[in-house]
């Protein structure tokens, strides 16, 4: 069974940068694509940064372009989200999802799996 775990949210100032990471386990992910979503409250789910797993072709929302950079470490398993001059608007709760037919896509129904989340609240 396909684990994610992710880690790295917290409170930041407004510019401010964070880290992400997703460890995952339970399978071989050599055809996947790992996406990052987020969701503020009362908002709907919506799609940030995906990755294949090999040959590392990304897709990125247009709110995070040029700020965001999706990477994966195959050897470790994990994904990460570099988040860089951070907004107020970027606060949700993030969460990674394995899509394992290798679909580099921005529809969260897609994704087979997904982590437990992680809060992310940048401050004005």
């Known amino acids: 069974q396909v684990q994610l775990i992710e880690s790295g949210g917290g409170l930041v100032q407004a510019g401010g940068s964070l880290r992400l990471s997703c460890a995952a386990s339970?399978?071989?992910?050599?055809?996947?694509?790992m996406g990052w979503f987020r969701q503020a409250a009362g908002k709907e789910r919506e799609f940030v940064a995906a990755?294949?797993?090999?040959?590392?072709?990304?897709r990125y929302a247009d709110s995070v372009k040029g700020r965001f950079t999706i990477s994966r470490d195959n050897a470790k398993n994990t994904g990460y989200l570099q988040m860089n001059s951070l907004k107020p608007e970027d606060t949700a709760a993030y969460y990674c999802?394995?899509?394992?037919?290798?679909?580099?896509?921005?529809?969260?129904?897609?994704?087979?799996?997904w982590g437990q989340g992680t809060q992310v609240t940048v401050s004005s």
């Open positions: 339970g399978r071989t992910f050599s055809s996947a694509v």
């Open positions: 990755i294949t797993w090999t040959g590392g072709s990304t």
């Open positions: 999802a394995v899509n394992l037919r290798g679909l580099l896509t921005t529809r969260a129904a897609n994704y087979d799996h």
